[in-house]
């Protein structure tokens, strides 16, 4: 990610003066801080106005706003001549005042360089954020975990991921503000949008979806813990350790309300029913609500990333264009609520969202190998978990399952726990060296067995430890139940086993208002009328005797056995 800034400026964003000599500017600035004022100018009062020009190294002239007694209000309206009539007779000051009051209204954005949206423009505030311990942790955790062992291009990270999110999340605000002035869709929705979408992933553990649906279910049982509400919870922490709340402040925010709104947007427990369960924003502005993280049908932008991002680094086709459902994109209002609603044309193009989804779940995320692979790092997570401390909040130590109530701690938490264990002392206790051999099987490519994998259609929870003790006694060889490890792999639309498509509401070019449900009859006879599979893998973590496997899957007369040569 490289900043882009303006040719005008110094290093540190100080506009050079004309009194600036050789040596002077060869010097090291000094920081200055900037002083607190609300970025709504024409609310400011001269005295405001006297505090910016100081500011900007202009305060020579501060008696001059003084005398005339200009307000914010009068400052767009300002001209040279204005000035000339104020007592500043120079040019090249006059042309510097208006250049330094000009600023006031064209925010200073930053420029991401990214392979997927190339050129992305950030709201000064997103960058405050990402310019944050709590923020930068993402750099150092894997977008798609384990799956960097099977796809060597699928090196990205968190980080440019929600970047990503923010941007999009910015994009599909505008194009609503702009298409429908009469949402009063405002600067300030936008920004809170933008933020949600930049941090709805700070809660992510090492190898994301890994820590939270695989280790933490072993390590703590019964523990009600997920990354969206640590996401929350490192979003307050950023907030606060950063004191971000005057700064937000100073970017129009109105707190609490709006940090109320962005936390919404990222995670709610809220059953989106008929009584508004928000507090952020008023019903009237229901739609902003699906814009990062979609309850309602799964649209959002939070995917239109991931699965560009993931497609362009796994070497996947992607065939849905996000650029279309930003572009039809409308609101319409269904039974007293407002909806984000497509064109009705763009049936196919939302088809192909959620069958992409499905693809990258079949040949990424829930491959085979991928899951092998973090089954085992989730195996030498466990045994190292008592002996790697992390220091917290007031000195407080804290292990890999016990850090996540700690954000200070959590902060510390990512993928380099990976080399920690992989690099540990040969005199560590027996558990840590356990681990670490787990470790060096993964990078010398010495991977659990896959015995096979079959469709079933509900294999309960209670079944599966009867299986492994079955197969132990059918396999022999000296093993027991715990060297095998039964997967349960569900795979569907993003709904279960509904179709998502009867979830989106569209509307048609001759009634750009009036929203609809896709009808029965006008669903094609090619589309697929099941929508969710699960899927049963068996991995054993010693070696295994396949015809003995074959034999009792046979006896148990498991459908459609595949083994590792099919």
Not at 137 to 156: C, D, E, N, T
Not at 245 to 265: A, C, H, N, S, W
Not at 269 to 296: A, C, H, M
Request: glycine share 6%; aromatic share 10%.
């Amino acid at each position: 990610m490289v900043y882009v800034t303006d040719d005008n400026l110094d290093q540190t964003g100080r506009a050079l003066l004309d009194t600036d000599t050789t040596s002077d500017r060869l010097k090291t600035p000094k920081k200055r801080m900037p002083a607190k004022l609300p970025l709504d100018f024409k609310k400011w009062t001269v005295n405001k106005i006297v505090q910016y020009l100081e500011q900007e190294e202009l305060g020579r002239w501060a008696d001059k706003f003084k005398e005339k007694h200009i307000t914010g209000d009068q400052l767009q309206t300002l001209t040279a001549a204005n000035l000339e009539d104020m007592g500043i007779k120079k040019p090249n000051d006059r042309e510097r005042i208006l250049l330094c009051i000009r600023k006031l209204w064209k925010v200073q954005v930053k420029v991401f360089n990214d392979p997927i949206h190339g050129h992305i423009e950030l709201h000064p505030l997103l960058v405050k954020i990402i310019d944050t311990p709590q923020f930068q942790r993402l750099r150092s955790i894997k977008q798609l975990g384990g799956a960097y062992f099977v796809y060597p291009g699928a090196s990205h990270n968190r980080f440019e991921h929600s970047i990503g999110v923010a941007h999009l999340a910015g994009q599909l605000g505008q194009a609503l503000k702009t298409k429908q002035p009469g949402l009063n869709i405002t600067d300030r929705d936008i920004l809170c949008v933008q933020i949600a979408g930049l941090c709805h992933d700070l809660g992510h553990g090492p190898f994301s979806h890994l820590f939270d649906a695989m280790f933490i279910p072993r390590a703590r049982p019964g523990t009600e813990w997920r990354h969206e509400t640590a996401s929350l919870d490192m979003f307050d922490h950023l907030v606060e350790s950063n004191g971000l709340q005057d700064v937000m402040e100073q970017y129009g925010l109105i707190l609490p309300e709006d940090r109320t709104f962005i936390k919404e947007m990222i995670h709610t427990d809220n059953n989106n029913d008929q009584e508004w369960p928000y507090e952020g924003r008023t019903e009237d502005k229901s739609f902003l609500y699906e814009i990062v993280s979609n309850k309602e049908n799964g649209i959002d932008v939070d995917k239109f990333d991931y699965f560009a991002r993931d497609c362009y680094h796994l070497g996947l086709p992607n065939n849905f264009d996000h650029c279309r459902f930003l572009t039809f994109a409308r609101v319409c209002e269904v039974n007293g609520r407002r909806y984000i609603c497509v064109r009705d044309k763009e049936e196919d193009n939302m088809t192909e969202m959620f069958h992409t989804r499905l693809c990258l779940h079949r040949r990424a995320y829930q491959h085979k190998v991928t899951k092998i692979i973090e089954t085992m790092i989730t195996d030498a997570f466990l045994k190292a978990d008592r002996h790697i401390w992390i220091e917290g909040s007031g000195g407080n130590m804290f292990t890999l399952s016990t850090a996540i109530g700690d954000m200070e701690a959590y902060t510390k938490l990512t993928d380099a726990v990976f080399e920690q264990i992989l690099n540990c002392a040969f005199n560590a206790p027996q558990e840590l060296r356990d681990a670490r051999n787990i470790l060096r099987r993964i990078i010398n490519r010495d991977l659990y067995r896959f015995l096979g994998e079959t469709r079933f259609e509900d294999p309960t929870e209670n079944i599966i430890p009867a299986w492994k003790g079955q197969l132990a006694e059918a396999l022999g060889g000296g093993l027991t139940e715990d060297d095998f490890e039964i997967m349960t792999i569900n795979m569907d639309y993003g709904m279960n086993d509904e179709d998502p498509i009867n979830h989106l509401y569209f509307y048609s070019e001759h009634d750009t208002t009036h929203a609809f449900r896709r009808r029965p009859w006008q669903v094609s006879r090619i589309r697929p009328t099941h929508f969710s599979e699960q899927l049963v893998r068996f991995v054993c973590r010693r070696y295994a005797d396949m015809d003995n496997f074959k034999q009792w899957c046979r006896a148990n007369g498991f459908p459609e056995y595949q083994d590792d040569n099919n």
